[in-house]
C-alpha cells in the first residue's frame, strides 16, 4: 500500500474511533445500561463500542503494524458484525407471539454460524492450518458473507415495520445499507480478484464513520427503535431471495477462486467466464416462475402457520377485478387472479351467453381457445351447483370414488393440463365456471385453498353479474334512444305524407302547367332521396303479426337475384330447388337480402358473390358466400350479432342483429365463418315447412 494510501486509511480509522466513540458516550448518556436492560438497546450499544474499538485498532495498525493488531482489528470488526446481527433479530423478535417466532428460528442459526465462522478462519490463521485451503481465503469469505446476510436482515426489518415505525427506522436503514453495500463490494472483489482494491480499503473506516450521524438521528427519534414488526410471507420471501442470491454468489466466488488457482494461463479468462454465466443463470432462476412458485410454497409450508397473507391477496385480487371496464378484460383477469393463488399459470372462463342453455368459453389466459361447450344441466354442472363444491380433476382420475357417480365431459378431459374446474356462484344459482391449469410445481389443494377460492371466485362471480346486468341496462337503454328517434323519423314521414297530398291535390289544377311539372318532379325527388336516408337508418324491429306459415324459399332468392341485378351486381346462384320454409315472406325476404347485400358492400365489383339453396338434415339451408374483405373472429364473436354494432359507417348495426333474433324464433340457427381479406360464408338453417302432396283417400286405395 503506498504511504498516500496508508496516510488516507490512518486519517479514516481515527475519524471512524471518535465518531462512534461519541456515538457510544451519547448511548450511555441517554441510559442504554440502566435498568431494565432492554435486548436491543445492549445489542446496539455493543456493535457501536466494537466500532469503535475497530475503528482506533485500524489506526493503531498504520501507526505500529504487527500481527496481534491485526488480529484484534478482524476481531473486533468481526464481534461488530455479530453485534448488528443481534440487534437486527431482535428487531424482528420484539413484541411478536411465541407462535410467530418460527419465522426467524433459521435467520438465527445463520446468524450464529457465520457470527462463528469469522474468529474460527482467524483461528485457522494463527494457526497455520491448510487443510482447507489458503486459511487467509476463508477470512475473505466470512468477510464477504456477513454483509450479505446483515443486507437480508435490514431488508426484513424495514419490509415489515409498520408505517409509523418505518420513520423512525428510516435512518437507521439508510447508514447500515450505505455499510453494508460498501464493505459486500470492498470483499467480493477481493474474493474474486485475491486481492482488495486499495482505494477502498484506505477509506473503509471513513465510510462507516460518514453513516453514523443517521444512526445517531433514529435513536433520538424513538428509544426502542422500533416496534410491532410483523413477519409477512411476501416480506420472507423476498428476504429468502435475496438470502439465496448472495449465498449463490459466495459459492461461485469460491469457485472461480480455484478455477482461477488452477486455470494456468487461461485462469483469469475462465473465471471471468463463469462470473457471467452465473450471472445469467441467476437472472434466469430469479425470472422463473416455477422457481418463485416453489420457493414461496416451501417458506409457506415451513415458516408460516398459514399459506397466504390474506389482507394481501384480498387487496391484489379487488384491485384487479376493478380495473376493468369490459367483460373480456374482467374475465381475463377473473382467470389470472385465481390462477395466481394456486400457482397456476392459465385457464379459462365458461360463463352463459345469452339465448343460449350452455357455458361457452368467453375469456382465456395462457390457455387455448376451445368451442367446446357444457350443457348448464349436465351432471358437472349440476355438481358444482351442488353448495359451489371444486373439483380437482387430478384428485378424480386417482380417486374417481370420491365423487361418486360423477362423469367428467369428454372435451374437459382431453384439455390439456386442465387441473381445478372453480363454480362462480352467486347466491345459489352457476353463472359459469373456470379452469385452471396444473400448477407450476407440486400444490397441496387443502381446506385453507378450497376457503381463499371459494371466497375469491364468488366476488368474482359478483363482479361478472354486475358487469352483464349492466351490459343489458345499456341495450335497453340503446333501444330506448333508438325508439325516440324513431319517433322523430315518423314525424318527418309525416311531413313527407303531408307534402306530397298536397301535391298530389294541386295536380288536378296545374297539371297542365310545365313549371308546375317540374316543381312537383324536384318535389318527388326530394321526398324519394329522404325516404331512402330514413331507411338507411332504420330498420322495422317488430316481429309481423299472424302465424308463421309455409314461405317459398326459391322465389324470395329469385326475387333477390333480380334485385341485385337491377343494381348493378350479379349474384350467382350456384344449387336452387324447391324449399318451403316455415315464417312470414316478407321478413325472411329482407333477412336473405340483407345477408346478400352486406357480401356485396364487403366484395368489391370484381369479386363474387354466390348463393346455395337446398335441404340438409330436414332444414332449409341458405349460404351466402363472397370472396370480400371478411372478419376477424373476435368481431364475430362480440360484436356481429349485437345491435348497434357495426363496421359501415353509416350503418346502425340493426339487420344482423333483428336476423339473428328472427331466425333463432323460427328455431333456425345462423353460423358465420370468415377470414379477413379471403371472404365469408353465412349459412341460414331455417325449418322446413311440410306439404302434403297427395290426398288421403289416394293413399288408402295404393294401399
Not at 466470512?142 to 419490509?159: C, D, G, I, K, Y
Not at 428510516?170 to 486481492?195: E, H, I, M, W
Not at 321526398?527 to 337508418?537: G, T, V, W, Y
Amino acid at each position: 500500500m503506498s504511504s498516500g494510501n496508508l496516510d488516507l486509511t490512518a486519517w479514516s480509522g481515527g475519524l471512524a474511533g471518535v465518531c462512534y466513540t461519541v456515538f457510544a458516550l451519547r448511548l450511555l448518556q441517554s441510559g442504554y445500561l440502566k435498568p431494565p436492560r432492554e435486548a436491543s438497546k445492549m445489542a446496539v450499544l455493543a456493535a457501536v463500542t466494537l466500532s469503535a474499538l475497530w475503528g482506533w485498532s485500524d489506526l493503531l495498525l498504520i501507526l505500529t503494524p504487527s500481527p496481534p493488531l491485526w488480529l484484534l482489528t478482524t476481531l473486533a470488526d468481526q464481534l461488530r458484525y455479530a453485534a448488528w446481527f443481534a440487534f437486527l433479530l431482535t428487531l424482528l423478535r420484539f413484541n411478536r407471539p411465541a407462535k410467530g417466532l418460527s419465522g426467524t428460528s433459521s435467520l438465527l442459526i445463520w446468524a450464529v454460524v457465520l457470527a462463528a465462522a469469522g474468529p474460527l478462519s482467524l483461528g485457522l490463521v494463527v494457526l497455520g492450518v491448510g487443510a482447507l485451503g489458503d486459511p487467509t481465503r476463508w477470512v475473505l469469505f466470512s468477510a464477504m458473507a456477513m454483509p450479505v446476510f446483515a443486507l437480508v436482515l435490514l431488508e426484513q426489518v424495514f419490509r415489515n415495520a409498520t408505517e409509523d415505525s418505518r420513520w423512525n427506522i428510516k435512518p437507521l436503514s439508510l447508514g447500515l445499507v450505505g455499510t453494508f453495500l460498501f464493505d459486500l463490494y470492498l470483499f467480493s472483489q477481493a474474493v474474486l480478484f485475491n486481492r482488495p482494491d486499495e482505494d477502498a480499503l484506505s477509506i473503509r473506516a471513513g465510510v462507516h464513520a460518514l453513516m453514523m450521524p443517521l444512526l445517531l438521528l433514529s435513536s433520538t427519534r424513538r428509544s426502542d427503535w422500533i416496534a410491532k414488526i410483523r413477519l409477512s410471507p411476501k416480506a420472507a420471501f423476498h428476504s429468502a431471495t435475496l438470502l439465496i442470491a448472495g449465498i449463490y454468489l459466495i459459492f461461485i466466488s469460491g469457485v472461480g477462486y480455484y478455477v482461477r488457482y488452477f486455470g494456468g494461463e487461461w485462469g483469469r479468462a475462465l473465471q471471468l467466464g463463469l462470473v457471467v454465466f452465473a450471472l445469467i443463470v441467476m437472472v434466469i432462476l430469479a425470472l422463473s416462475g416455477t422457481m418463485r412458485a416453489k420457493l414461496r410454497i416451501f417458506l409457506g409450508k415451513h415458516f408460516f402457520r398459514y399459506r397466504y397473507d390474506y389482507r394481501e391477496e384480498w387487496l391484489k385480487f379487488t384491485r384487479a377485478l376493478s380495473a376493468q371496464n369490459s367483460p373480456q378484460a374482467l374475465g381475463q383477469q377473473v382467470v389470472r387472479g385465481l390462477a395466481e393463488m394456486v400457482e397456476s399459470p392459465g385457464g379459462g372462463l365458461w360463463l352463459r351467453v345469452k339465448g343460449e342453455s350452455a357455458f361457452s368459453q368467453t375469456a382465456n389466459w395462457n390457455m387455448a381457445r376451445t368451442d367446446d361447450k357444457e350443457d348448464l344441466h349436465s351432471p358437472m354442472c349440476e355438481y358444482l351447483a351442488d353448495g359451489g363444491k371444486f373439483l380437482n380433476l387430478e384428485e378424480y382420475r386417482s380417486f374417481s370414488r370420491r365423487y361418486g357417480a360423477l362423469k367428467i365431459p369428454v372435451w374437459l378431459q382431453e384439455l390439456p393440463q386442465a387441473w381445478l374446474v372453480v363454480p362462480l356462484m352467486v347466491g345459489d344459482e352457476l353463472i359459469g365456471f373456470v379452469v385452471l391449469a396444473s400448477a407450476r410445481t407440486l400444490f397441496e389443494v387443502n381446506w385453507e385453498v378450497n376457503d381463499l377460492l371459494k371466497t375469491a371466485s364468488q366476488q368474482a362471480a359478483s363482479y361478472l353479474a354486475q358487469m352483464q346486468a349492466t351490459e343489458a341496462l345499456l341495450e335497453v337503454r340503446k333501444f330506448d334512444a333508438f325508439n325516440k328517434m324513431s319517433a322523430f323519423v315518423v314525424h318527418d314521414l309525416k311531413n313527407i305524407v303531408t307534402q306530397l297530398s298536397l301535391m298530389l291535390k294541386n295536380a288536378k289544377r296545374h297539371g297542365d302547367n310545365p313549371e308546375f311539372q317540374q316543381d312537383m318532379l324536384m318535389t318527388v325527388e326530394n321526398a324519394l332521396e329522404r325516404m331512402r336516408q330514413m331507411m338507411l337508418q332504420l330498420r322495422e324491429g317488430a316481429t309481423p303479426p299472424g302465424k308463421a306459415f309455409g314461405v317459398n324459399l326459391m322465389a324470395i332468392v329469385q326475387r333477390v337475384q333480380a334485385v341485385a341485378t337491377a343494381r348493378g351486381r350479379t349474384l350467382d346462384i350456384q344449387t336452387l330447388e324447391p324449399v318451403d320454409a316455415r315464417g312470414h315472406e316478407e321478413r325472411l325476404e329482407r333477412i336473405i337480402g340483407h345477408v346478400v347485400q352486406n357480401a356485396f358492400d364487403a366484395t368489391d365489383p370484381s369479386g363474387h358473390v354466390w348463393l346455395k339453396l337446398e335441404r340438409a338434415g330436414g332444414q332449409a339451408r341458405v349460404v351466402v358466400t363472397d370472396t370480400g374483405q371478411g372478419m376477424t373472429q373476435e368481431f364475430i364473436r362480440d360484436r356481429l350479432f349485437k345491435p348497434f354494432q357495426t363496421t359501415k359507417q353509416a350503418g346502425m348495426g340493426i339487420g344482423a342483429y333483428e336476423s339473428y333474433q328472427y331466425v333463432q324464433e323460427l328455431g333456425g340457427k345462423i353460423d358465420v365463418q370468415s377470414e379477413i381479406n379471403r371472404g365469408t360464408t353465412v349459412t341460414l338453417l331455417l325449418p322446413l315447412f311440410e306439404t302434403q302432396t297427395t290426398s288421403d283417400l289416394h293413399s288408402m286405395e295404393s294401399a
